[in-house]
């Protein structure tokens, strides 16, 4: 299995600022503008989120990020993969690590909200094959039909 590199990075950074718009821009076409909940740079910047990029041999395809919202329990937030890196790993990869860091802050819980629509339906089963499953709304999110809350009960590193 191929050996991509994923660290801590500036979202600032000028290849990683373009990703996160196309993100945003992928969101913003899927969700209405109330319904979308994707960090922009600024969000990212938040101190109580850990941003993270995935790289190989320099290229940038991937990036995620996971906030803290209460102790104990971390939100996924902006996993994104390149559309040109898409079906080679990327997501699952980003989604491992993001969990592995969870576990090791000593996270109980880990949860997310993405959105219903098909152009989310690759996420929601990335997240299903990890045991996310479905949950009542958490945070500043609330019950409707284009956005669907999951999480996922950790077990110690």
């Given amino acids: 299995m ?14 990683v600022t373009a990703l996160l718009e196309r993100h945003l821009t992928f969101t913003n076409g899927e969700s209405p503008p109330e ?3 994707a960090l922009d740079v600024s969000g990212l910047l938040d101190p109580s989120v850990t941003f993270f990029t995935l790289r190989d041999d320099g290229a940038l395809l991937g990036v995620g990020a ?4 209460e102790p104990g329990h971390g939100e996924i937030k902006s996993m994104h993969t390149a559309q040109e890196a898409r079906g080679r790993g990327i997501g699952s990869t ?31 089963a990335l997240y299903a ?16 039909e284009y956005s669907v809350c999951m999480t996922l009960e950790l077990t110690p590193a």
């Fill in 66 to 69: 996971i906030k803290e919202i």
């Fill in 94 to 124: 980003m989604l491992d690590h993001i969990l592995d860091t969870a576990r090791s802050r000593g996270y109980d819980r880990v949860s997310l909200e993405t959105g219903t629509m098909e152009g989310f339906a690759a996420a929601r």
């Fill in 2 to 15: 191929r050996s991509f590199e994923i660290a801590q990075e500036d979202p600032r950074t000028g290849d």
């Fill in 129 to 144: 094959s990890r045991g996310f499953e479905n949950c009542a709304p958490f945070g500043h999110y609330w019950e409707n």
């Fill in 35 to 37: 319904h979308v909940h």
